[in-house]
């Protein structure tokens, strides 16, 4: 009887802390939300409605009419699914070397690799734009995509050298017992079980490109090659702010990285354990 | 075994590919799928015309395709010269244009703020328009102003803001306030009486986020401005004066009485539209091309527009605190003289009458009349200030213009929020800015 | 070629790779890594190189010519004061992000894990807790401010429970400011810790919690001796990782206070913005870029320390 009363007592608790937690995360988002639905003067309205009289799509269809707010969304998947391609390609690669051979340079190549995450990407901004028009790649789709897989391949590295690290070695090397090369051990035999912890890097990366903003911003200089963070911060002109489009934009901008976590969770929560407790 | 090295010898071969694969992905350049295109490498088209591009941040603030059209313009005038605008947003478009001086590449003609001018010159990242205007047989008598640094003219403002006081109708007379404050005394006590009626009002509103520190010259210098002081001596800084003293002296009173709103420190000027447009706030200093924002976003809102009060017992010619939208052109452009054509269409008699009226600007060509003086009552009151004084803004081509506001900022914040004395705060600001000119 | 050979063959086969390895073969590593290599030297370590030049010199970028000055700039920068206040407050805005993150990640995924409730109920709320972490930094940003806006919904909440009498200026309050952004980074980046910690919670195996529930260890025993061990690799990882990220915190710093009021929210990454894109003391700027780069350099060490000591 006691055990019930306290089984009880810890399953509302539980319930209590998740509807707590659940305000403190959600409460934001459902007033971004609610701000989508109103007219720009209603914004600040006092006191504060969460549904207005006001209400209407009037934002999502002014976003959803403009070609050019279209082209970020466009823009922005493009971008971010070439950087999630070329990065997992990339990584997976560089975690079959660091997972799987000794090598001189190991320590000094990883290290360089997990420092780079420190480097604090302002202070690289006026170098780095030179470098990029040095390189042709101002405003364009390339220089982007390269600049973001500098951000997301040394996680997506650290976080696939742990996946590997997990599968026994005795996996690939029989494979190449049977004559197969070490490429396709890597790509038949490796690749395939690692399914879970690749999907999670992707989304990880995916996520990274979806929602940068200090480089898309000056990196670009024209409208077609702009992506949504830069399109949302647009409409905070010089002199007003379009509240109620900024929010509109902020939704939908935030609905992809949603639903591929969503769908992904399971795989997305499985492969940051590899990353994060075997790298 | 055999196997094995044929597998190390694919692999370095594939890596090594992927390498170049990469490599040659960046040498593919700026020919993106839809982007630029081939009319940006070398500023020719591919029918041979010159491509000029104009970087500013005008378009997202006035009204949709009115630049554009503008454009097109001055593209059936010259044919053979086409137009590319380059958008972004004010602060972007002040980061960009840094970033682009910096690697020269600078759009051929940029648009420009006064307080941007003397770096850029300095730099030689925008060129000479003296030269350029005698090259063009140019007669410069019909432009209002232009911005020289070490007597050569680098900017031409093209249309201008003038700053004037905004007053909330209904929430002054709610206050007991009959009619707009023309000296500083009546004006803290209108705000003092706003500041009462509760519910949030707030008598003033003033906008010193550090990050766009534009608020010192909009709406604390305004002050010593339109008294007609001034915060330069011969060109050389002299903020310790008594002109100055007494308006930071001033706004230091208002805060203390609580009759500015609050958030002051970290507001930004879009802000101090959103709540006035709101009808929360009594009294405010700003543009007048907000005019038409503040009606759009709320028809209901009764306001007027007048003068910035001045020091008790001043008569002399009120300074009028204005902001321009500039231009110039760029050093590194392959094409100035096509570049100072438009310049030259964008200062022509009627496109700046065109562009300041949809901008609801003042022209920066003496002869253009915008459509909205004759149509619009409060322009016409606004028209009427502006003529009456004279346009005043000190900070326009002072060396390291945003940084000089922007330590004058941190020095009044250090004043209202912790009680430093004025004297101690203007002369920190004297010495910082004496070390910049 | 011949039969003699075919014998001895077989037998250096096997040895061959571990004696006298092929040069070929000991660059296979180098080819799975060329191309993570040639795109960081090209565009991570010409850069830094770049930063680093140009913090010797004097007047780059905004001179034509510019001359090496030593270690002046570095002189000039880590005597001011207000580098120091950066520091102090990038300090403060770190550790506590950091800490906190980490409560919350493991109180939430703890919350999360329970065999309490129903696995729909907790997919729910698992989406609703990791929301934060998808927005980008922008919109977080703009969001806040319109939230902690002096006529914003929370100022009207705090009133309406009589925690406050007049709305609060949260961002600009000179003791509120720093609260407030460290308060919004927290929101903002709870999720990370969360999700690692869960993945890692659903990794402990059942029999370590059923072998302390048979020795009648308490909740909080079991939390104690079987969760936070099992926990400590990604505990650790996860915090060294949050601690440079969150250092260099600058979108959300620049777009909610912009470093004030005064100099109440400034940061080391703010204060190196400012000094390049507002004083154009670009050289300045790359002197305190390159301070920033060693200390995060310091920490990115243990990291991979920690790592390698683990495998």
């Keep these: ?279 | 075994m055999r196997a094995q090295s044929r597998a190390s010898r694919v692999m370095v071969v594939v890596g090594a590919a992927s390498a170049l694969s990469l490599l040659a992905a960046c040498a593919g350049g700026e020919g993106s799928p839809v982007g630029a295109g081939a009319a940006d490498k070398k500023g020719t088209a591919a029918d041979g015309s010159v491509v000029l591009e104009l970087s500013q941040w005008w378009e997202p603030e006035l009204p949709k395709g009115a630049l554009r059209g503008i454009m097109d313009g001055f593209e059936q005038q010259n044919p053979g010269i086409k137009v590319k605008l380059i958008s972004a947003p004010y602060a972007s478009t002040q980061q960009q244009t840094v970033a682009g001086a910096a690697s020269k590449t600078l759009a051929d003609v940029v648009g420009l703020d006064g307080a941007w001018v003397n770096d850029l010159a300095k730099q030689k990242a925008v060129t000479d328009l003296t030269t350029l205007m005698k090259d063009a047989g140019y007669d410069d008598s019909q432009l209002a102003s232009q911005i020289k640094v070490d007597g050569q003219t680098y900017m031409i403002p093209v249309v201008n803001f003038v700053y004037p006081m905004f007053t909330n109708d209904d929430l002054l007379a709610k206050a007991g306030v009959a009619k707009p404050p023309t000296t500083r005394s009546e004006f803290l006590a209108a705000a003092k009486a706003v500041s009462k009626t509760g519910n949030g009002n707030a008598g003033w509103i003033l906008p010193l986020a550090q990050d766009a520190p534009n608020g010192i010259q909009n709406d604390v210098m305004s002050w010593v401005w339109a008294s007609g002081g001034s915060m330069l001596k011969d060109g050389q800084p002299d903020v310790t004066n008594d002109s100055v003293k007494s308006a930071v002296s001033f706004v230091k009173d208002l805060y203390d009485a609580k009759a500015i709103a609050p958030g002051t420190l970290t507001m930004h000027e879009q802000d101090k539209v959103e709540q006035f447009t709101n009808g929360r706030v009594g009294m405010m200093i700003d543009s007048l091309a907000h005019i038409t924002l503040i009606r759009e976003n709320n028809p209901k809102l009764k306001f007027s527009i007048s003068a910035i009060p001045a020091q008790d017992g001043y008569t002399g010619k009120r300074g009028m605190p204005y902001a321009s939208w500039g231009i110039g052109v760029a050093e590194n452009s392959k094409h100035k003289k096509e570049a100072w054509k438009l310049v030259q269409y964008l200062m022509s008699t009627d496109v700046n009458s065109k562009l300041s009226s949809v901008a609801n600007a003042f022209p920066g060509n003496t002869k253009s009349v915008p459509d909205f003086v004759k149509s619009d009552a409060k322009f016409k009151t606004a028209f009427d200030i502006w003529n009456k004084g004279v346009p005043a803004n000190e900070f326009t081509g002072l060396p390291t213009a945003e940084d000089l506001m922007r330590s004058f900022d941190e020095q009044l914040q250090q004043t209202l929020a912790n009680n430093q004395p004025v004297d101690k705060s203007l002369a920190d600001v004297q010495a910082a800015w004496a070390k910049k000119f | ?311």
């Design chain 1, 1 to 279: 009887m006691t055990s019930r009363s306290q089984s009880v007592a810890l399953k509302s608790g539980a319930i209590f802390g998740l509807l707590l937690g659940g305000c403190f995360a959600g409460l934001p988002i459902l007033w971004m939300l609610s701000s989508s639905f109103k007219d720009n003067s209603e914004i600040f309205a006092w006191p504060p409605r969460l549904v207005t009289s006001t209400f209407s799509f009037a934002a999502y269809t002014s976003v959803f009419t403009d070609p050019v707010k279209v082209r970020f969304f466009l823009n922005s998947y493009f971008v971010a699914v070439s950087v999630t391609v070329l990065t997992l390609i990339t990584a997976i690669l560089a975690a079959y070397a660091f997972s799987r051979y000794e090598f001189r340079l190991k320590g000094a190549i990883n290290v360089v690799i997990v420092g780079i995450q420190a480097v604090p990407p302002i202070t690289l901004l006026i170098p780095y734009f030179g470098l990029i028009v040095a390189l042709r790649l101002y405003n364009s789709y390339q220089g982007l995509i390269l600049t973001y897989m500098v951000f997301t391949l040394p996680y997506a590295i650290v976080m696939m050298t742990g996946y590997f690290n997990t599968l026994p070695r005795e996996l690939d090397e029989a494979a190449r017992v049977d004559g197969t090369t070490s490429f396709g051990a890597l790509w038949r035999i490796l690749v395939p079980i690692s399914l879970p912890g690749i999907v999670s890097v992707a989304v990880y990366t995916f996520m990274i490109a979806w929602n940068e903003y200090l480089f898309a911003l000056t990196l670009t200089r024209t409208d077609n090659m702009r992506t949504v963070p830069i399109g949302i911060q647009l409409l905070m002109g010089q002199h007003s702010y379009k509240w109620s489009e900024m929010m509109a934009m902020s939704v939908l901008g935030s609905i992809p990285v949603l639903i591929l976590f969503v769908f992904f969770q399971k795989f997305f929560i499985g492969g940051m354990t590899a990353g994060a407790v075997k790298s």
């Design chain 3, 1 to 311: 070629m011949t039969a003699t050979q075919i014998p001895t063959r077989a037998a250096p086969t096997q040895e061959a790779p571990r004696r006298r390895p092929l040069p070929l073969r000991r660059l296979v590593p180098y080819g799975y890594l060329s191309p993570v290599i040639v795109l960081m030297i090209v565009l991570m370590i010409v850069p830094v190189v770049v930063v680093i030049r140009y913090s010797f010199l004097d007047n780059v970028i905004m001179t034509p010519t510019s001359s090496l000055v030593g270690w002046h700039n570095y002189v000039t920068v880590l005597g001011d004061p207000l580098f120091r206040t950066a520091a102090r407050n990038t300090a403060v805005f770190t550790s506590v992000s950091v800490a906190v993150h980490l409560l919350l990640g493991l109180a939430f995924a703890m919350l999360l894990n329970t065999t309490l409730l129903g696995q729909r109920t907790k997919t729910v709320f698992r989406t609703i807790f990791v929301m934060p972490w998808l927005l980008t930094v922008a919109i977080i940003a703009i969001l806040w401010r319109l939230l902690l806006d002096p006529n914003g919904v929370v100022n009207y909440g705090l009133q309406g429970v009589g925690l406050i009498d007049t709305p609060v200026a949260w961002f600009s309050d000179l003791n509120l400011a720093l609260p407030a952004v460290t308060f919004v980074n927290i929101w903002a980046g709870y999720p990370f810790f969360m999700v690692s910690l869960l993945a890692g919670l659903q990794g402990i195996s059942a029999d370590l919690y059923e072998a302390a529930a048979v020795d009648g260890a308490s909740w909080l025993q079991r939390f104690v001796h079987v969760t936070l061990p099992s926990l400590r690799p990604i505990i650790v990882s996860m915090a060294l990782l949050d601690l440079i990220w969150t250092s260099q915190q600058f979108p959300l710093i620049w777009m909610t206070t912009g470093g004030g009021p005064l100099d109440r929210t400034e940061m080391l990454s703010t204060y190196t913005y400012k000094l390049a894109f507002s004083k154009y003391e670009f050289a300045w700027a790359s002197a305190s870029a390159v301070v920033l780069l060693v200390l995060a350099m310091v920490l990115a060490v243990f990291y991979v320390r920690y790592q390698r000591a683990r495998d």
